[in-house]
């Protein structure tokens, strides 16, 4: 009976592997095209991600803006009407959530596409060459991985991650994509018929065995999900590796623009920990 019905509808593997694959085509797709972009190239499609979502979303944090700026300033609103506010408030706050995921969604195989094109050419270069920004400048500051040169900066591909010297070695392959499709799955639902990735998320956990790359898959959903500048936090196992990843991980991330700290190498209550925590 069991196999009948196993042929019927297909194993539980199967049947996870049939909602992600069209999310691994797409990334394969894409991914020819990322490839070839210069490095200032592959590294302007951060601010073109966050472009299309803050124009996705701006009417309602627009007016999210102005409500709460009414909340914080105006101490004589009836009671009615504020408790109005804030229902409205919680609905815009869904649109503009969910709004931002359908787009996290699209632009999931580009976003995915430009991490491991990051992670490859740190692999096969001992520098890479871009043009030098503010926030180049900033890590070059307290990071001898990261040199300024008139007006270029140069990442090497050695750098400091929980005390030890680490040479990037890493890209990403099909079962780190798909590892990190999962965990970007999250727990909405779209319908939408002209969406070519329309799915319903359902909160999944990715099981890997040891050597299939945990920490490598991480950098594809922090990456996307910090896209909308409204801060990803990792969770793992203890101290040691929460730093250590930090700083491993952390240089595909700080390399496009984005900011990361890790919460452990603070004391409680520290200023430097409250901006860890934003």
Request: with cysteine.
């Amino acid at each position: 009976m069991f196999d009948f019905v196993k042929k019927m509808f297909g194993d539980k593997p199967t049947r996870d592997m049939k909602e992600v694959k069209p999310y691994l085509d797409a990334i394969k797709e894409v991914y020819p095209l990322i490839e070839k972009l210069t490095n200032d190239e592959l590294r302007a499609k951060t601010m073109e991600f966050k472009e299309k979502i803050r124009s996705e979303i701006e009417e309602e944090e627009q007016e999210l803006a102005t409500l709460r700026q009414r909340i914080e300033e105006e101490y004589d609103i009836p009671v009615s009407e504020k408790e109005e506010i804030y229902r409205r408030i919680d609905e815009l706050e869904k649109q503009s959530y969910d709004k931002t995921q359908k787009v996290l969604d699209n632009i999931l195989p580009e976003a995915f596409s430009v991490m491991k094109e990051t992670a490859r050419r740190f692999k096969e270069n001992e520098e890479v060459e871009v043009t030098a920004t503010e926030h180049d400048k900033a890590l070059s500051a307290r990071l001898d991985s990261v040199n300024i040169r008139g007006d270029k900066a140069y990442y090497k591909h050695q750098w400091m991650a929980g005390g030890n010297l680490v040479t990037w070695d890493m890209v990403h392959y099909d079962v780190q994509l798909i590892g990190g499709v999962v965990l970007h799955d999250m727990g909405h639902h779209y319908s939408d018929a002209n969406d070519k990735l329309s799915k319903e998320h359902k909160g999944k956990i990715a099981e890997m065995a040891t050597g299939e790359g945990k920490t490598l898959v991480a950098t594809l959903p922090v990456y996307l999900n910090a896209l909308p500048g409204k801060g990803v936090h990792v969770v793992t196992v203890n101290d040691y590796l929460a730093k250590r990843d930090s700083e491993w991980m952390g240089m595909l991330m700080e390399f496009h623009g984005l900011k990361v700290d890790c919460i452990d190498k603070w004391e409680p209550h520290s200023d430097e920990r409250k901006a860890a925590y934003n």
